[in-house]
């Protein structure tokens, strides 16, 4: 015979192990379906955000594709307005038929060229009296003029131009230096460092 001590534990299965409580089914339902409800509501969401940065970039990638050739242009529409600024005055007004026609026809492929390049977005940065920005402006030298407002743009060397709200080309300026200062007495700003 077997000893008490060596025999096996009982293993009765109508005896429960209380260390596991019994699962209420309903209740294990209802948390799984929380738990799935949230996910796809996570998911609706993911989605949804997912829409609106693609929308922005592609509206972005529309706005902004043109912006290297946009700025090309600029170059060759500087050329005809440097071409037109070194016409004499005489030659516009005395010279013959084909020197007349030669500058109307200038003139008219930079207007062109301009209305084409507004037409895609391409706008002038006003700079000629305003505040000096450096996001905008480009300073190529500082003007003495005390009845001018310190840091406000005087003479606009070239111009600047943006594409929505990007800057293609900042406009060279030129920048008041000695007048009164634009920013109000508590807001001024401490220039010894």
């Known amino acids: ?48 955000n997912l829409r609106k940065r693609t929308e922005r970039d592609v509206n972005d990638t529309r706005s902004y594709a043109i912006s290297g050739f946009a700025r090309d242009m600029l170059s060759a529409t500087d050329a005809l307005s440097r071409a037109l600024v070194m016409l004499p005055a005489e030659a516009r007004e005395n010279g013959d038929a084909t020197t007349k026609s030669l500058i109307e026809g200038i003139e008219l492929a930079e207007r062109e060229m301009q209305r084409l390049l507004a037409k895609h977005g391409v706008t002038p940065i006003e700079a000629e009296g305003q505040k000096f920005d450096p996001h905008k402006h480009q300073a190529m030298f500082e003007v003495p003029d005390p009845s001018k407002p310190e840091g406000t743009v005087v003479q606009v060397v070239q111009a600047g131009f943006a594409i929505g709200d990007r800057v293609l080309r900042p406009a060279m300026v030129g920048v008041a230096k000695g007048g009164p200062s634009h920013a109000p007495v508590d807001e001024a700003v401490d220039k010894s460092a």
């Open 1 to 48: 015979m077997m000893s008490d001590e060596n025999a096996a534990p009982d293993e009765n299965p109508e005896v429960e192990n209380p260390a596991e409580p019994e699962i209420d089914p309903v209740e294990a339902l209802r948390a799984e379906n929380a738990e799935l409800k949230d996910r796809v509501l996570r998911t609706i969401a993911e989605m949804e």
